[in-house]
Nanobody, 115 residues
């Protein structure tokens, strides 16, 4: 059975860091480009970052460039998102997805950045 499971969210102060992880089963993780998307309160899903199958190409939305780092471990079928220098506008539910629109995504993990 195909499964996408995110973890690692939480409550953090402005300027803090979190590392999200996403375990993918049954979806041929190793040959897929993978994505992080997020949904802030009252807003739609937005693409955050993506990484190609081999992990050597990473893309980021402008607002997170220089603060977030996407990576993957194909031996563990796991995707990561290291988030540093967090801001209140990063508050959202973060999803791991197999497409940039987030149509095929996990249940998400809540990230809340507060002062």
């Amino acid at each position: 059975e195909a499964q996408i499971v995110e973890a690692g969210g939480g409550l953090v102060q402005i300027g803090g860091s979190l590392r999200l992880s996403c375990r993918v089963n049954g979806l041929q993780f190793r040959i897929r480009t993978m994505f992080w998307v997020r949904q802030a309160p009252g807003k739609g899903l937005e693409w955050v970052s993506s990484i190609n199958d081999s992990g050597d190409i990473q893309l980021y939305r402008d607002s997170v460039k220089g603060r977030f780092t996407i990576s993957r471990d194909n031996t563990r079928d796991t995707l990561y998102l290291q988030m540093n220098s967090l801001k209140p506008e990063d508050t959202a539910v973060y999803y791991c997805a197999t497409d940039p629109l987030g149509d095929n995504r996990g249940q998400g993990t809540q990230v809340t950045v507060s002062s």
